[in-house]
């Protein structure tokens, strides 16, 4: 089963920052956090991953809580094309499960 | 090629015939993972390869799968038997070395369909 609680699904308007909510209150000290997105008929994509310190790449940043029981992947300037389901995932080494993820919808 | 690959990107079959899919990995990359995607469910993980290796293949739903990969390149995910369940988007992915989720690159996935 998935560690992690996202909300099924979000809006946010073109342009504005998204900002994407993740609960994983039974993470453990080893277990990274990891982001994937899957824009629809694709597979999933990369995005980032962080283990306790803030992150940031040029598609998003990734602020984790100080107890590590939640995170948020932001992604500053939300286009069209971020339509998709983004994936939360908290895991290490073999032990790396998808959830439903949330649908996010970019909107003009 | 550039990405991970995958054939056939759709397949239909009849309940109880065998199906074989097909992926090709990045050219390099010496991890390959397979996962099945019901439809409007997350990714389940079903087995990894490093080199030509599967050491656990617990996560495969029953004994009708089987996974083999050869030349540390190309793999084969088996079904036997195919059953109205198996239908979903069977989806591989490769990464650089094993684990390495952060070049972990998917390929479009191959569509099943068991009627």
């Known amino acids: 089963d998935a560690k992690t609680t996202q909300p099924p699904s979000m809006d946010c308007a073109e342009g504005r920052a998204a900002n994407l909510p993740c609960n994983h209150s039974t993470i453990s000290g080893n277990e990274y956090v990891y982001w994937y997105r899957q824009i629809h008929s694709q597979g999933p994509q990369y995005i980032i991953h962080g283990l306790k310190n803030n992150e940031t790449n040029e598609m998003a940043s990734l602020i984790i809580t100080e107890d590590r029981k939640s995170s948020t992947l932001i992604l500053p300037h939300a286009t069209l094309r971020d339509t998709a389901v983004y994936y939360c995932?908290?895991?290490?080494?073999?032990?790396?499960?998808f959830g439903p993820g949330t649908r996010l919808s970019v909107l003009p | 090629g550039a990405g991970v690959s995958q054939s056939p990107s759709n397949k239909v079959t009849e309940k109880g015939k065998d199906v074989e899919l097909r992926c090709d990995p990045i050219s390099g990359h010496t991890a390959l993972y397979w996962y099945r995607q019901s439809l409007g469910q997350g990714l389940e993980f079903l087995i990894y390869f490093q080199g030509n290796s599967a050491p656990d293949k617990s996560g495969l739903p029953s004994d009708r799968f089987s996974a083999e990969r050869t030349g540390g390149s190309v793999s084969t995910l088996t079904i036997q038997r195919t059953q109205q369940e198996d239908s979903a988007v069977y989806l591989c992915a490769s990464s650089l070395v094993l684990l390495a989720r952060d070049t972990q690159y998917f390929g479009p996935g191959t569509r099943l369909t068991v009627l």
């Open positions: 995932i908290v895991g290490y080494g073999q032990n790396f499960v």
